[in-house]
């Protein structure tokens, strides 16, 4: 795997940076064969005349591991520990620090941190060690062979010096074209289950932080009054009970209708404020439904001819469904879903002698520079982020109209430009108003022959398209058809005959977005919920019936093959179900990774299920830190089955029903009694963790409370039957 990066080109900046610096970096859209390759800088190892060696980190850090995975990469090429790394968030750059996955965009997201850095970290790491040992080389006058690296010193027939002194002649040297990297047999950092994560410490004794916490001095904290339905725009605002408030400072109409922008000199001043100004709504063009009727249109959306032939034609489907000896047919229903992030969404916008500087923990730093400079009317360059760590996201940090950063830059102009604002959402807020995993309705018919095999599948789905009309349509939407709709579906990894899928949108006001495994968070329901009724219908092991449909030879399929072999071992599924116990499994592909799970559950359906434990094995080829990948799996695991169990946001006439934690309840640590995860050794390249374990966690649960009697198909399982101890 690592071969075919050997011809790729490196591209050297120096600079003075406490003292003399050695900066190395790799073209990374290059490596990847973007759409536009143009040669563009990406530094991403630092040394300083002291021997301190820095990581620049060009994707954010929200608990997701990108500290630890990236540093990881330079640690290893410089024989180095983990601990003894600094690491640095990236500036607001894309021609630096581009993500190539996104088109050359800066952001994380997509589970394409790692999957994007790998080789043009690790080879940047490669080639300041080949520098350095050539300066030493050449100083000492020895051969190159007879030098090496090892815990921040140069060393050669005894003597050693750091690695900091040889930083400037270093820099002297043209950058290697094609540095040698270690070999599988050689690394001792990547790989290495033991390392500590590097964000622990600082998040442990607080030195951490969070836009949340940041105080500038003489900012001003602003909050917005927005409209309490999807849809509705500003007629007129009255802030004259605002006035007495202690710490209010003033109010001001967003130009669009959006809102009211509410200014304190403190956050609890500021909505203790908002919560005084009246406002009068225009809600002509506002979702007014109730969620009864959402979803009685997106099921009837399923029940109806498509509005998009997605895949395979409907009549051949149909023909061969007639032709079956039984015909499986459900219906399924997904509720919007907040993002529910620990830390609501925060950012502070500051003048600078130039622009301005956002402090954020910013997931997309190329969206908030085009935002900003929009609204503010200044040069994207001339706008600084300073990208600080975030609680959480799970996509919400990161929407196609950048709605926060919108809001901050417009808080900022209407109060002057001159002094720093805080835009603060509170939880209610978020969950109340912001932006959602659409609902979604899907229809499935599969037909078996007289053996029990699918002879035609006819699956129809509706919700509204996440990224239709938005700045990705051109990559995410072919012939009118957003992928995120039907990823998991058209691209199933089962060989199944005369699949047709069909596609209608849904269109409404309310605000959608990306959600931990976009659309994979339902596809994957419906399809492993169907292929265990399918196997349950031909009197077959749910496991085994996989397995036959996964015999194409593609090494797609060979991996999932694997992986669900590692789950079913791990899981003891070959053995009878212990006493009052049932099991359910389910598998899917997702972000280039290959991950299966096996839910084991006690209790009654009508008296209380208890979730024993989680067997999950995951193949994402080469995993760089084993430890952030095992805990990646448990959070997509317990944020997958947590929502699936009791979450929901529902709507009495266009009203957001839900408010906060007590009505839209996270998991609960005691929710999962145990998960644990069985990695595939791998020397492939890596592939995303964040959210691929997600998708098979709620349908594995669902199939084990189906082997007690119960098939649910409509979320959230606890309004549909099922209790939870």
């Known amino acids: 795997m690592i071969d075919q990066f050997s011809r790729r080109r490196f591209l050297q900046t120096a600079s003075a940076v406490a003292g003399t610096s050695l900066v190395v970096g790799f073209n990374g859209t290059q490596l990847f064969a973007a759409a536009d390759a143009a040669a563009e800088l990406t530094p991403f190892v630092r040394i300083d005349s002291q021997g301190t060696v820095t990581a620049i980190i060009k994707h954010f850090e929200c ?38 996955l996104f088109g050359g965009a800066q952001g994380t997201g997509g589970s394409t941190a790692m999957a994007s ?51 400037g002649a270093a820099q002297a040297l043209p950058v290697p074209e094609a540095p040698t990297l270690k070999a599988a047999s050689e690394l001792s950092v990547i790989g290495n289950p033991t390392t500590d994560r590097r964000d622990s410490r600082p998040k442990i004794n607080g030195t951490a932080t969070y836009a949340m916490d940041l105080h500038l001095d003489n900012q001003v904290v602003a909050v917005v009054l927005r409209s309490p339905r999807f849809g509705g725009t500003l007629v007129s605002f009255d802030d004259s009970a605002a006035s007495g408030i202690s710490g209010y400072v003033r109010s001001a109409a967003i130009p669009t209708g959006a809102g009211v922008i509410v200014y304190g000199t ?46 395979g034609s409907a009549a051949d489907t149909s023909n061969s469904l007639l032709d079956a000896s039984e015909v499986i047919e459900r219906d399924f229903f997904f509720p919007y ?50 990208t600080v760590y975030a609680g959480g996201t799970f996509g919400r940090r990161s929407t196609q109209t950048a709605d926060y950063h919108v809001e901050a830059a417009i808080a900022f102009a209407l109060a002057g430009g001159q002094q720093p604002i805080k835009l603060v959402w509170s939880r209610e807020d978020d969950i109340k108003g912001g932006y959602y995993r659409p609902a979604f309705a899907h229809k499935v018919r599969v037909g078996l022959d007289s053996e ?23 990559f995410m939407v072919q012939n009118g058809v957003d992928n995120s709709s039907v990823e998991g579906v058209r691209d199933t990894l089962y060989d199944i005959p005369n699949q047709h899928v069909g596609l ?25 919920t169907m292929m ?155 592939t995303g963790v964040g959210e691929p374990s997600t998708p098979p966690s709620s349908p594995a649960l669902a199939n084990a409370i189906a082997a007690k009697g119960l098939r649910v198909t409509h979320q959230p399982l606890a309004a549909n039957g099922v209790t939870f101890a």
């Open 337 to 386: 879903l907040a993002h529910a992030t620990m830390e609501p969404l925060t950012c502070t916008i500051a003048p600078t002698a130039t622009g301005v500087i956002l402090y954020d923990g910013c997931q997309m730093p190329t969206g908030a520079q085009a935002a900003l400079a929009a609204v503010l009317q200044i040069p994207a360059e001339n706008i600084e982020i300073e």
């Open 452 to 474: 029990g095999r699918i002879v035609g599948w006819d699956h129809r789905i509706a919700g509204k398209p996440i990224f239709k009309g938005g700045p990705w349509d051109g």
């Open 504 to 528: 209608t949108d849904d269109t409404s006001p309310i605000t959608v977005n990306w959600w931990r495994s976009v659309g994979h968070s339902h596809t994957a329901f419906v399809m492993e």
């Open 63 to 100: 608990g997701q591991g990108t500290t630890t995975g990236l540093a990881a990469l330079i640690a290893e090429e410089l024989n180095l520990s983990l601990d003894d790394v600094e690491i640095e968030f990236a500036p607001a750059d894309a021609s630096r620090y581009g993500n190539a």
């Open 532 to 686: 265990d009724m399918a196997a349950q219908a031909a009197g077959q092991d749910p496991v085994d019936y996989r397995l036959s449909y996964l015999t194409g030879g593609s090494s797609d399929q060979e991996r999932m093959t694997a992986v669900l072999r590692l789950a079913a071992e791990k899981a003891d599924w070959a053995s009878p179900v212990p006493n009052g116990r049932s099991r359910g499994v389910a598998l899917h592909k997702s972000f280039g990774t290959y991950v299966a799970e096996v839910v084991e559950i006690s209790g009654e359906v009508d008296n209380g299920i208890v979730i024993e434990k989680v067997t999950c094995a995951v193949d994402c080829g080469i995993a760089v830190n084993p430890d952030v990948v095992v805990a990646q799996m448990e959070s997509g695991i317990g944020y997958g089955i947590g929502h699936a169990m009791r979450d929901e946001i529902t709507f009495s006439d266009g009203l957001v029903d839900q408010s906060n934690f007590p009505d839209y309840e996270p998991l609960r640590i005691s929710d999962i009694r145990a998960i644990s995860t069985h990695i595939i050794e791998s020397q492939a390249a890596p």
């Open 266 to 311: 403190d956050t609890w001043s500021a909505l203790q404020a908002r919560d005084a100004v009246t406002a009068e709504w225009d809600f002509s063009n506002a979702d007014m439904r109730s969620s009864d009727q959402i979803k009685a249109d997106l099921l009837a959306a399923v029940n109806a001819e498509p509005e998009f032939n997605v895949k």
């Open 117 to 167: 850095s790998y080789a043009p970290y690790r080879m940047a790491g490669a080639a300041v060690r080949e520098m350095l040992v050539q300066a030493a080389a050449d100083e000492w006058g020895v051969p190159v062979s007879e030098v090496r690296l090892e815990a921040g010193q140069v060393i050669s027939n005894g003597k050693s010096e750091s690695m900091g002194a040889f930083v």
